[in-house]
């Protein structure tokens, strides 16, 4: 049986990751930052008790924690999840909040790993497509983004906007440069593989007790039916024009741990278009099926104003052919991630 760890273990895509681990057979430790986000995550999941365990590392660029770590148990894989993300207001300083916790954090694994996991097959890495752009209306018109592409913010440029956003993406993109700087330059035994998604929906299987917890993307989709829009609202205003299921990226993490097409090599992955009027009309249309009757009239209007021409080609085909992929619907997606949030509304009443 594989071990396998995974950082950032109550997080929404590490939560899936161990669910999918678990079911292929690993067993998992899976690191937070305090105890309590563990026993929250067992509380959710008592299911998973027995193959899976839990240690505190609450700075991933701590090396003398890390090398603790690896000397305790013996891993075959890594899954790296955990990442500084854009959103909340104490996050203000670019070299602070960002750019060393992103760089330090990859390398310090990457670094630990080589001093003391003789035994590690492979480390995959959650990156994120804005390491290749913002996703901004001027950066995708008439683009095409591939493996090769990067986005074009300097960390000097990052630090003069003073934004949330910029400073994320810029993030993104040095701590995937000095991922590769490492596999160049010190040519570790196992591999390592990053993985490159859109935005990311589905159901939240990580531990939530209020709405005001939910991440970023499932957000946005609830922004569909509480009450934030009238009108449908340009896809821009609200998302990045492309997407990928939860469970399909957890899945991909998996197989990107073993498959030997993956090794050393960069992905997007998924691609799948996405616009503002394609989640309210997936939504809609269960509605009338009586699939999800709660949401009928908390949706937006369609007026017709969500068109974009200038939406980018996403070219994910050969990360998806090498992990052989497969996709969930729309349906599937959407859906199911709704049907958790109003489960979550009813909850707290409302």
Known sequence: MPHTLVTGANSFVAAHIINELIATGHSVTGSVRRVSAGEDLFNEHPEWKGKLDFEVVQDY?????????FQKHQFDHIVHVAAPMPGKPELSDYDKDFLRPAVDSNVTILKSAKANAAGLKSIVITGSINAITTGAPDDNKAREYTNESWNDITPEFAREQNNGFYSYCSSKKEAELAVWDFVKTEKPSYSVTLLLPALIFGPPLQSMTSLKQLNFSVQVVYSYFNGTYDEIPNTHAAAFPSYIDVRDLATAHVRALTRPGAANKRFLIGGA????????????????????????GRLPKDTGKDVDVALPRIHAEEGNEVLQMSFRTPEQTFGDLAKKVLELEKKEGK
Do not use: F, N, R, Y
């Open 61 to 69: 660029a701590d090396q003398a924690a890390l090398d603790a770590l």
């Open 273 to 296: 278009m996405l616009t503002s009027t394609l989640i309210v009309e997936t939504l809609g249309g269960l509605a009338e099926k009586g699939v999800l009757p709660e949401l009928k």
